[in-house]
């Protein structure tokens, strides 16, 4: 493996840490919103 080679892998492996990471994020903040509109309703 030359290092053109090993540049583009990590390069692909960067990006997929990327998108798990906004993954993540996006699901977080979700969670949160919906948390936030359960806690706006009538008390129970």
Request: charged share 50%.
């Amino acid at each position: 493996m030359d290092m053109k080679e090993r540049t583009i892998e990590q390069e692909a492996e960067h990006r997929q840490l990327e998108a798990e990471a906004l993954v993540e994020a996006q699901r977080d903040r979700d969670m949160f919103e919906r948390d936030a509109l359960d806690n706006r309703g009538p008390k129970k």
